[in-house]
């Protein structure tokens, strides 16, 4: 398994362990209504991306404050949470990162926008 992928699988692991998918059942008790499921996890997903959201707005005032040391802390539990995401819904996050950056690579200056 590459680094990333396990750094997905050990914080997924963690973030159980720790209570943070007591919620992730609620799906289950829907299979029976499609519509719904597919409801209920898009509302725990965005549950999720929420809290990559706080830990951004984490660093962006630990930035304001001029204390790089929680800056660092924060951008780490920025990717903490993604790797986390990314490890319950079976992302290969090394993969599409490196599709992406091979993408990224081919688009335009500034991917040919102002700013």
Same mark, same amino acid.
């Given at each position: 398994?590459?680094?990333?992928?396990?750094?997905? %699988? =050990? /914080?997924? &692991?963690? /973030?159980?362990?720790?209570?943070?998918? %007591?919620?992730? =059942? +609620?799906?289950?008790?829907?299979?029976? @209504?499609?519509?719904?499921?597919? &409801?209920?996890?898009? /509302? *725990?997903?965005?549950?999720?991306? !929420? *809290?990559?959201?706080? &830990?951004?707005? &984490? $660093?962006? #005032?630990? *930035?304001?404050?001029?204390?790089? @040391?929680?800056?660092? %802390? #924060? !951008?780490?539990?920025?990717?903490?949470? +993604?790797?986390?995401? $990314?490890?319950?819904? =079976?992302? =290969? *996050?090394? $993969? %599409?990162?490196?599709?992406?950056?091979?993408?990224? @690579? !081919?688009?335009?200056? @500034?991917?040919?926008?102002?700013?």
């Amino acid at each position: 398994m590459n680094n990333i992928n396990k750094l997905c %699988e =050990d /914080a997924h &692991e963690n /973030a159980i362990v720790h209570g943070f998918y %007591e919620d992730w =059942d +609620i799906p289950l008790m829907l299979v029976d @209504k499609p519509n719904l499921m597919l &409801e209920a996890e898009n /509302a *725990l997903i965005s549950k999720r991306l !929420l *809290l990559v959201v706080g &830990e951004v707005s &984490e $660093a962006m #005032e630990a *930035l304001r404050k001029d204390d790089r @040391k929680n800056f660092k %802390e #924060e !951008l780490a539990d920025v990717c903490i949470r +993604i790797f986390d995401l $990314a490890g319950c819904l =079976d992302v =290969d *996050l090394e $993969a %599409e990162i490196t599709r992406k950056m091979k993408k990224n @690579k !081919l688009r335009p200056y @500034k991917h040919g926008k102002q700013f």
